[in-house]
């Protein structure tokens, strides 16, 4: 017969496809492309191979062919099973609904033998074919073929199984009867029903929230026994995430309007003596300077039309500075139906947050900003008030709450006038306290002494300052800085120091003005307040045409008084403390630039991540009560594992990471209600400035009603992010060897310090744990306890350290987030062991095969395809010689890693 490429077994012509998507329509529904349709299993038995005295290492390739195309598609392969004749396959077979499968449709199984797993010398041993119709009707959904070699001889049985993949009423897949009468379940019915607020797991592909979030999603199938002799069904996701261009966007957008503001305060400064008009045009130049290149970034982002995340080739790619390396969504979901359990366990990947752009010749952020810790530290770690010292941190805060403060004063004034129009004495006498409150603050905050330095600071700088010092003989001389035709300011030399002179300065008149506007106004609501309202005053309609009361238009110039003094106060704090900014910024201009850029780039890709971390969460868990109650008692614990080595590049890869995790602690989170289930209006938003940035998150009314009232009534929610890190590699052993480990023995004895304070604050508000009756060891109060003992001690490639405090992070409802240089190939190790080491534990998976399901999750699963993405190659970038310093348990298969660019 000739070769004709065709459909090798006859058949009638499809009667069309498979009948699927006939109860998804009836129900209205349209089935994702990457929805499950069809599981199978495979196990293989009294394989023959040419020697008998060897046992094949067997793997099936399946593929598959619908009438009448003519090719056979290559669909999926399983792992390799070692040295037997009886394999038994944990990786299983899935077809999705984009696979268009018929009844018609003709299933290969393709046996065969690895002789040499590392140069991947194979053969074939033999094959077996079936139409699907003829699993759907066979009973007990089991087929027993025998595979037949080149030769036509058999060679051994090959047995396909089809799972239900749902303990629900079965929904058939083909609507006719089989011959034993029964309905054939290939489908989980739940993929049809309608996302609804109350399921707690949802398909990344099918709910509303998640769907807007993740693209392109990989998905592998695996199934493995219990000591109980159950079966568990695991599904291995991995998704690409929006969020690793859409928050850049945002955020760059923030920063842009931050320079700008910046540029515009320090014109605003006025005219400056000819020393500090060069220090701030030097500073203009810096600020115009990350205006063009931010602006520039976003352009091309925002132009920018690929896939939804940065592959590791292009760590050093300028054009994507701010975007996360290899940002991807790790999900394992476990179902045990004999006893109701379907769980999700999420993992956030994501490469090493750094500047890869930038380089690391000098070192990273840690060690960069140690010689400028007060100019460039986080909110409020200034310290000092002395004129000698660094002011900016504090410089920043003052200014931060001033503002706050004025943005309070116009709130409680314009309710107060509110009150005065509806002539309602106790609404006005609340405002009125409230508004007393918040000025007094304001002034209390304006005489601190950093200010009042700040204030004369900008005097001296003027060009018409002058100042008087005594001469030898002990009189008074003036000193002028800068013209003489019109003095506006003395000093006086008093003892052993410059004083100012002791008439009031206008600063001390702008706080006077504010304390005495306030005071009238006090005054008045107590005259008002002390009478009734009579009847003809209400309705009396002024000038402008709107009606109001006698009481509003009396203390309506009162209330402009006031509100014009705080914003000539906090204009006057701005200059002042913007001028304040200027000069201790002066003497590192040079290299801000550099270390702004840096920390705005690493601070990009750690907020990208924990948000697409922080969503995730809150959408698996909005029907647990306790971790609402929770996220908004004590916040939520986001868990970084970093798996670099501190020894070179990875040493400075280190101290940005350490930075931008730190940088987490200003994020705070919002939830509101979306005004629509459109992508564009479920994905988060961005407000707020360097100091504090704040991540609105939309939810549906159905889900955002399930929110408790403290979360709905607008509360700020914040995270507690914890960093671990222990090397795995060769450098690694370099460092221990000959390098210097110091910053990861650091970063762990910190983090635990946190980690514990946040478990402390656990213990104080929220229920305790359901784990006192486990013992001791197993409960959190011993996991603290093991996780502190291995913090300080000096133990080589301590990975206790990474999965105790992973361990600890589930326990406490945290965000897990792991990374190594590219989030490609250790990383894969850790999340894989990680996933086995959930399954053992909390599943009771069967600990013989925990190693042959670590293998077959590193051989078949989501990050072989995580590789394929960044790198164009299947195989992990490793070499025998550097995993023989890998623990061992982080060691991927032989025939699954070889020398590959990364």
Request: glycine share 4%; with cysteine.
């Amino acid at each position: 017969m000739a070769k004709t490429g065709q459909d090798p077994v006859p058949g009638p012509e499809p009667p069309g496809l498979l009948n699927v998507n006939e109860p998804a329509e009836r129900l209205g529904i349209h089935l994702h492309p990457d929805e499950p349709i069809l599981e199978l299993s495979l196990a293989c038995s009294e394989l023959i191979t040419p020697r008998d005295d060897r046992r094949p290492n067997s793997f099936v390739q399946v593929s598959y062919v619908t009438p009448p195309g003519g090719f056979w598609t290559k669909h999926s392969q399983s792992e390799i099973i070692e040295a037997t004749s009886t394999p038994l396959f944990m990786t299983t077979v899935v077809f999705t609904a984009g696979s268009r499968l018929t009844v018609n449709t003709r299933v290969k199984l393709s046996v065969w033998d690895v002789k040499d797993r590392a140069t991947s010398t194979m053969y074939e041993i033999g094959s077996a074919m079936f139409p699907v119709k003829d699993i759907l009707h066979a009973n007990d959904h089991r087929l027993h073929l025998p595979l037949k070699s080149s030769e036509a001889n058999t060679v051994g049985y090959i047995t396909i199984l089809s799972w239900e993949l749902s303990d629900k009423t079965p929904m058939p897949i083909s609507r006719s009867p089989s011959p034993s009468n029964k309905r054939v379940l290939a489908v989980d019915e739940s993929l049809f029903e309608p996302v609804s607020s109350n399921a707690k797991y949802c398909s990344l592909s099918r709910d509303v929230v998640l769907k807007a979030l993740y693209e392109s999603t990989t998905t592998k199938t695996y199934r493995f026994p219990t000591t109980a002799g159950s079966t568990l069904s695991v599904q291995e996701f991995m998704a690409e995430t929006k969020l690793s261009f859409h928050i850049p966007i945002q955020l760059l957008k923030i920063l842009i309007d931050e320079e700008k503001q910046q540029v515009v305060e320090l014109e605003d400064l006025g005219k400056l003596t000819p020393h500090w008009e060069q220090v701030r045009k030097s500073l203009l130049d810096h600020h115009l300077h990350l205006v063009h290149e931010y602006t520039e970034a976003l352009h091309g982002l925002q132009t920018y039309r690929g896939p939804a995340f940065k592959a590791s080739c292009l760590k050093e790619d300028k054009r994507f500075e701010f975007v996360p390396l290899n940002l991807h969504l790790q999900r394992m979901r476990v179902q045990l139906l004999e006893e109701e359990i379907d769980n999700v366990y999420d993992i956030v990947t994501v490469g090493a947050m750094a500047a890869h752009t930038v380089g690391f010749k000098q070192g990273g952020l840690k060690k960069l900003l140690s010689s400028h810790e007060d100019v460039y530290s986080p909110k409020g770690s200034g310290s000092g008030s002395s004129p000698g010292q660094s002011h900016s941190a504090k410089a920043r805060d003052l200014l931060s709450s001033i503002q706050a403060l004025k943005t309070q004063i116009m709130y409680y004034s314009e309710s107060l006038m509110r009150s005065a129009k509806d002539l309602a004495p106790g609404d006005m006498r609340r405002a009125l306290d409230s508004l007393t409150d918040k000025t007094r603050q304001l002034v209390t905050v304006c005489e601190d002494r950093l200010l009042d330095y700040a204030i004369h600071s900008l005097k001296a700088a003027r060009p018409d300052y002058i100042a008087t010092t005594p001469n030898d003989e002990g009189d008074s001389v003036t000193l002028t800085t800068g013209t003489e035709d019109d003095p506006t300011a003395k000093w006086t030399w008093e003892g052993d120091s410059f004083k100012p002179r002791t008439s009031h300065s206008s600063w001390e008149d702008t706080l006077m003005n504010v304390d005495k506007s306030l005071d009238c106004i006090i005054k008045k609501v107590d005259q008002m307040t002390q009478q009734e309202p009579p009847a003809n005053l209400i309705n009396r309609t002024p000038k402008k045409g709107r009606k109001t009361s006698e009481w509003s238009e009396a203390l309506y110039p009162l209330q402009q008084t006031l509100t014009q003094c705080v914003s000539l106060l906090t204009e006057k704090v701005q200059q002042s403390l913007t001028f304040l900014l200027l000069q201790e910024t002066s003497c590192v201009s040079s290299r801000l630039q550099e270390l702004q850029n840096r920390r705005d780039i690493v601070f990009s890709q750690a907020l990208s991540a924990v948000v697409a971390g922080f969503i995730t969460k809150l959408r698996t868990s909005l029907n647990d009560e306790n971790f609402l109650r929770q996220l908004y008692l004590v916040g939520l614990l986001v868990h970084y594992e970093s798996l670099l080595s501190p020894y070179a590049d990875e040493l400075s890869m280190l101290e940005d990471m350490v930075v931008g995790i730190n940088d987490l602690r200003n994020v705070t989170f919002k939830i509101v209600p979306a005004s629509s289930t459109s992508t564009h209006d479920l994905l988060p938003v961005l407000t707020g400035t360097r100091t504090g940035i704040n991540v609105r998150i939309p939810l549906p009314p159905g889900l955002y009603g399930l929110l408790p009232a403290e979360i709905r009534s607008g509360m700020l929610l914040r995270i507690q992010p914890v960093l671990f890190t222990v090397g795995i590699n060769e450098k690694a052993t370099l460092a221990e060897k000959f390098g210097n480990t110091s910053l990861q023995e650091i970063v762990n004895i910190e983090n635990f310090s946190r980690l514990n304070s946040y478990y402390e604050q656990y213990m104080e508000m929220m229920p305790a744990p359901a784990d006192v009756d486990q013992p001791h060891q197993t409960r959190l109060a011993g996991l603290l306890q093991f996780l502190q003992n291995n913090v300080h001690i000096r133990k080589s490639k301590n990975v206790e350290i990474l999965q105790q405090s992973a361990e600890i992070c589930r326990r406490l409802n945290g965000v897990r987030i792991t990374g190594c240089k590219s989030a490609k190939d250790r990383t894969a190790m850790s999340v894989t062991l990680e996933q086995c080491t959930v399954l053992q534990l909390e599943h009771m998976m069967a600990p013989q095969i925990f190693t042959n399901a670590l293998d077959c999750m590193r051989s078949e699963g989501c990050r072989r395809e995580n590789t394929m993405k960044n790198i164009g190659s299947r195989k992990y970038a490793f070499h025998s010689l550097q995993l023989m310093a890998f623990p061992k348990n982080y060691r991927p298969p032989e025939g699954t890693y070889g020398n590959v660019q990364t």
